[in-house]
């Protein structure tokens, strides 16, 4: 069965800090693998996508990485800011025409000051 | 550009009534994604239209239907609403639909089932 795990569930940082979320998954065939960040009640946007080949896609304090191997990815999040505060969602495309996306449940990310 | 957008924002309805909701592709973007984010949970796909034709569906009972547009606009219908029905619909669009085609969302429409 297609699936998409992350940890943690959630996750407290103070502002300036660091922090690494985790997804694993399980989808065969894979095309491609994306994180998006959720805002509370709104619409999930974009971060990175990454296919088989990349190990590494930045975008701005955001860093994802990807081992196809293990079947592992990891979204890395520097020097944290309020507006961090969000849920986390990693994505996986196993490939089929449709795009039939399949979610992981998220990770709620508070940032504090 | 303007983005994906949606409507209503929010809708109440009662168990056995029947929902629409709305849904507007970005300027060009020609498929349109449907799906169910229920408290707590991942989203689950519930279905895609492209040109008008509906491509592939998820794992939802066939009371979750909709169709759309020849200007691409898509809506959702749910018949005999229940309980569980209640979530936060997302609306994505992307142009074709091809595995890599980045999908955008909409902000979403909460339904409420009482």
């Known amino acids: 069965k297609n699936q998409v795990e992350q940890s943690p569930q959630s996750l407290i940082i103070l502002e300036g800090k660091n922090c690494t979320l985790q997804?694993?998954?399980?989808?065969?065939?894979?095309?491609?693998l994306r994180w998006y960040k959720q805002d509370t009640g709104r619409g999930p946007v974009s971060l990175t996508i990454?296919?088989?080949?990349?190990n590494t896609k930045s975008n701005g304090r955001y860093t994802a990485t990807l081992d196809a191997d293990t079947k592992q990815s990891s979204l890395h999040i520097t020097a944290s800011q309020l507006s961090d505060s969000a849920s986390y969602i990693c994505?996986?495309?196993?490939?089929?025409?449709?795009?039939?996306?399949?979610f992981g449940a998220g990770t709620i990310l508070r940032v504090k000051s | 550009e303007a983005g994906v957008t949606q409507s209503p924002t929010h809708l109440i309805k009662t168990r056995g009534q029947q929902a629409t909701l709305r849904c507007s592709p970005i300027?060009?973007?020609?498929?349109v994604y449907w799906y169910q984010q229920a408290l707590g949970l991942g989203l689950q796909f519930l279905l895609w239209?492209?040109?008008?034709?509906e491509r592939n569906r998820g794992n939802f009972p066939p009371r979750f239907s909709g169709r759309q547009f020849p200007n691409y606009s898509s809506e959702l219908n749910v018949n005999a609403l229940e309980l569980e029905d209640s979530a936060l619909y997302l609306c994505?669009?992307?142009w074709g639909g091809g595995s890599y085609n980045e999908q955008f969302f909409g902000p979403g429409t909460r339904l409420t089932v009482l």
């Open positions: 994505v996986v495309s196993p490939g089929e025409y449709g795009n039939k996306l399949v």
């Open positions: 994505a669009s992307s």
């Open positions: 997804c694993n998954y399980t989808v065969s065939p894979f095309s491609n």
């Open positions: 300027s060009g973007h020609t498929s």
């Open positions: 239209y492209d040109e008008g034709e």
């Open positions: 990454m296919t088989f080949s990349e």
